[in-house]
């Protein structure tokens, strides 16, 4: 049971343009989403959160979306650069235990 | 401190063999987990501390794999009569009580032959 979906494996987006990743989830006890970028033989870094209560954040060029009636969020990066090209995960996190639950990843690459 | 950090980086060892990494937290921090992560998927949680005190543990974390956190800093995880199954990336990551984000580090990757 997939309570987290990246149903996208990879995006493709030209340096400049708008970058949009999304994330699914089913458990409407999530308190918190987050979205972290992962290099190749690195640990996940984070990079940008939002609150089940809030529907918008903003953090330079990175903004998360949340729309809770459609159990659906989504990462805006702009303009896209080439150092953005990496893994990015979505992370959902439980208000009982603080565990994350997280989806597969979508692979960015930022042609130039 | 600048971070998590994980050691070793990279185990190679026989099935059946024992394992043990280690993990050090942000220094300040009082939460610290434990995550496992295969090839195209994201990190399972397996277990967390509060301070020194394991509060959770993942049904993944069978009766082979034991965590501490003995003085509510460091923590080691430590599989015993490693399976082939267990190769994964072992991720660490720590936080603040009444925070949310959670930083990892590198990871400890294991390759049971």
């Known amino acids: 049971d997939q309570q987290v979906k990246q149903n996208s494996p990879s995006l493709s987006v030209q340096e400049g343009r708008i970058s949009i990743l999304n994330c699914d989830y089913t458990n409407s006890m999530f308190d918190y989403f987050l979205w972290y970028k992962k290099y190749p033989a690195e640990g996940p870094t984070f990079l940008i959160s939002i609150s089940s209560i809030k529907d918008k954040n903003e953090d330079g060029r990175f903004t998360v979306f949340l729309n809770k009636s459609a159990k659906h969020l989504s990462l805006h990066i702009v303009p896209s650069q080439p150092g953005d090209s990496a893994v990015y995960f979505c992370?959902?996190?439980?208000?009982?235990?603080?565990?994350?639950?997280w989806g597969a990843g979508t692979k960015l690459i930022i042609k130039p | 401190d600048t971070g998590v950090s994980q050691d070793p980086r990279h185990k190679i060892t026989k099935r059946g063999q024992n394992v043990t990494f280690r993990c050090d937290p942000i220094?300040?921090?009082?939460?610290l987990y434990w995550y496992r992560q295969t090839l195209g998927q994201g990190p399972e949680f397996l277990t967390y501390?509060?301070?020194?005190?394991?509060?959770?543990k993942s049904r993944l974390l069978s009766d082979r794999f034991s965590a501490e956190r003995p003085k509510g800093s460091f923590s080691t995880l430590e599989i015993q009569r490693t399976e082939q199954g267990d190769s994964a990336m072992y991720l660490c990551a720590s936080s603040l009580v009444g925070t949310q984000t959670q930083y990892f580090g590198p990871g400890t990757r294991l390759l049971v032959l």
């Open positions: 501390f509060q301070n020194e005190a394991q509060l959770e």
């Open positions: 992370a959902a996190r439980l208000d009982s235990n603080y565990q994350l639950i």
């Open positions: 220094s300040e921090h009082n939460r």
